[in-house]
């Protein structure tokens, strides 16, 4: 059974950076069949796509988002991650990570609270 | 750019059925046949109900639907059971700019 699991700091500085890695287990990352994305929720609000990466390192982000955010993949450690900067207040939220298939997300990790503040 | 649009809350009694609509645009929910809908209890991670509009993956009760007529997709829940509680997400492809959209959300209350 495929399983994922967020894991970084819950506290990040303001004007700082935001780095998350979300590890695979269970199934292979490389499989040319998905993408594996980021899903974050502020708070009591709703969903918002960050962003979306291939095996191959091909990426696809949120263009709220783009100028802020990168990403990348470790096949060798089945594992993405997400990189944020600089962040503020308003980045602060739960950051799931999730298997894309043609047009949903499954499954999704447990999530992580990323907390801004100073 | 804007979420996709649903009822902020629906409630319904035990036995009963609701439905939940999701209205996007042509660029959307409309133009493509990629919705899924989400179950997300308080505190947890979003579970997938339904993907490309109405296929419920495997251990999903036959009492989740879904459809969609235009630019509207809809998620209804037959036989309203007390653990349906919780907030439903509906998601589409799109192809205006942002790849993947989510709904603002709907609380789902079993009365």
């Known amino acids: 059974q495929l399983q994922l699991r967020e894991s970084g700091p819950g506290l990040v500085k303001p004007s700082e950076t935001l780095s998350l890695t979300c590890s695979v287990s269970?199934?292979?990352?490389?499989?040319?069949?998905?993408?594996w994305g980021w899903v974050r929720q502020p708070p009591g609000k709703g969903l918002e796509w960050i962003g979306s990466?291939?095996?191959?390192?091909?990426?696809d982000n949120n263009p709220s988002l783009e100028s802020r955010v990168s990403m990348s993949v470790d096949t060798s450690h089945n594992q993405f991650s997400l990189r944020l900067s600089p962040v503020t207040a308003a980045d602060t939220a739960v950051y799931y990570c999730?298997?894309?298939?043609?047009?949903?997300?499954?499954?999704w990790g447990q999530g992580i609270l990323v907390t801004v503040s100073s | 750019q804007s979420a996709l649009t649903q009822p902020a809350s629906v409630s319904g009694s035990p036995g009963q059925s609701i439905t939940i609509s999701c209205t996007g645009t042509?660029?959307?929910?409309?133009?493509?046949?990629?919705v899924s809908w989400y179950q997300q209890y308080p505190g947890k991670a979003p579970k997938l109900m339904i993907y490309?509009?109405?296929h419920r993956p495997s251990g999903i009760s036959n009492r989740f639907s879904g459809s969609k007529s235009g630019n509207t997709a809809s998620l209804t829940i037959s036989g309203l059971q007390a653990e349906d509680e919780g907030d439903y997400y509906c998601?589409?492809?799109?192809?205006?700019?942002?790849?993947?959209?989510f709904g603002g959300g709907t609380r789902l209350t079993v009365l």
């Open positions: 998601s589409s492809y799109t192809s205006s700019g942002i790849r993947w959209m």
């Open positions: 042509n660029y959307d929910v409309g133009g493509y046949n990629y």
């Open positions: 269970g199934g292979s990352i490389s499989s040319s069949r998905y993408y």
């Open positions: 999730a298997r894309l298939g043609t047009a949903d997300f499954d499954p």
């Open positions: 990466i291939y095996y191959s390192g091909h990426t």
């Open positions: 490309e509009i109405s």
